[in-house]
């Protein structure tokens, strides 16, 4: 299995993760022509790929959707509420490249399986996904408001776990954004600050999880040094030092981690 984040902040995010034969795409929040040159610096064109999986209908995951499956015939997979929260986004898709699963109920792509679950934002739909594939499992989850307990239990022994490492809370606090705004971030249904995206590693730690990759960094309120300092400060203090952790990029392709 490989994952290789190709592009992932607040101002858009996608993953490709190579596995079973096929290539899957994990949202497509950047222009087209972004996401099809990240790709190809990989190696991969975009006709290649054996569909494109969305995690919920906020533009900074579903911005070139529509136009990568018009473009290329892929198929897309989300769950209805997704599919009718992000129309006037993505625009017309092929009705034979719509792919509906229901969160929370695993569906197979070739003899990938995977499993979408519910995740705490403010989104129609949202979901993470978890990939098993031979006994090896990939967790995916970002825009999380908080870590609630299923959510670790769909996480637990991930040889690989992406997840959110969104903002420092006093950056965001001290930060240019609106009231509103602020407060929509740090609700349970906002997203994960460097803080409990630590202590949520510390639990996982527990349940088998040794290697993660922190994403969806805020532009204006973290940095890849401040995210990996906060989190690895709380890993320490509590005794963990052999947890592998990488933080990914936000406008480039961060790497391949192959598992």
Same mark, same amino acid.
């Given at each position: ?26 949202? &497509? ?12 610096? *990989? ?15 906020? $533009? ?17 997979? /989300? ?5 009718? &929260? ?25 003899? $990938? ?30 825009? $999380? ?9 769909? &996480? ?28 929509? $971030? ?22 088998? *999880? ?16 401040? &995210?990996?300092?906060? *989190? ?8 963990? /030092? ?13 790497? *391949?981690?192959?598992?």
């Amino acid at each position: 299995m490989k994952f290789i984040p190709l592009l992932s902040g607040s101002s858009g995010n996608s993953s490709l993760i190579v596995v079973g034969g096929k290539k899957l795409l994990v949202d &497509a929040g950047h222009t087209g022509k972004c996401i099809t040159d990240a790709l190809r610096m *990989v190696g991969t064109d975009p006709a290649e790929l054996s569909g494109i999986l969305v995690t919920h209908d906020h $533009i900074d995951h579903t911005k070139g959707v529509g136009i990568l499956s018009r473009r290329y015939n892929l198929p897309v997979y /989300a769950n209805a509420g997704t599919f009718e &929260a992000m129309q006037p986004i993505v625009k017309e898709i092929a009705f034979s490249n719509v792919r509906l699963f229901r969160s929370g109920q695993d569906f197979y792509i070739g003899d $990938i399986n995977i499993t979408p679950f519910r995740t705490p934002h403010d989104a129609a739909e949202p979901v993470g996904f978890a990939f098993t594939y031979r006994g090896c499992k990939l967790t995916y989850m970002t825009d $999380i408001g908080c870590m609630r307990e299923e959510l670790y239990e769909y &996480a637990a022994n991930s040889r690989l776990l992406f997840i959110e490492a969104n903002h420092d809370i006093p950056m965001l606090k001290n930060g240019p954004y609106p009231y509103p705004l602020k407060k929509r $971030i740090l609700s349970d249904k906002g997203h994960l600050s460097n803080e409990n995206c630590g202590r949520a590693l510390i639990r996982l730690y527990e349940l088998g *999880v040794r290697s993660a990759i922190l994403g969806h960094l805020s532009k204006e309120n973290n940095t890849e040094a401040l &995210a990996y300092s906060t *989190v690895r400060g709380l890993l320490e203090a509590s005794g963990i /030092a052999d947890m592998q952790l990488t933080v990914a990029k936000r406008d480039a392709v961060t790497g *391949v981690f192959e598992f």
